[in-house]
């Protein structure tokens, strides 16, 4: 799903060691999601939404500011 794809790509991004991004939701991936949920004050559920999308690209533009 490019919904998982994209958010192992953030996971990636901002730390956690979810494997190789292959757009599958794995064991590692769902408590990723989780921790980054508790992490950020988010409902906890370990799933992807288009909220957490936005949280976590939110999170990744702030550890990794873009070049102006």
Request: proline share 6%; glycine share 8%.
């Amino acid at each position: 799903c490019e919904m998982t794809f994209q958010a192992q790509q953030l996971l990636t991004k901002l730390g956690f060691n979810i494997g190789e991004p292959d757009g599958k939701m794995g064991l590692r991936t769902a408590n990723a999601i989780r921790l980054f949920q508790l992490q950020s004050g988010m409902p906890v559920t370990g799933e992807i939404t288009p909220e957490l999308l936005d949280q976590m690209q939110m999170f990744a533009e702030e550890v990794i500011p873009k070049v102006r």
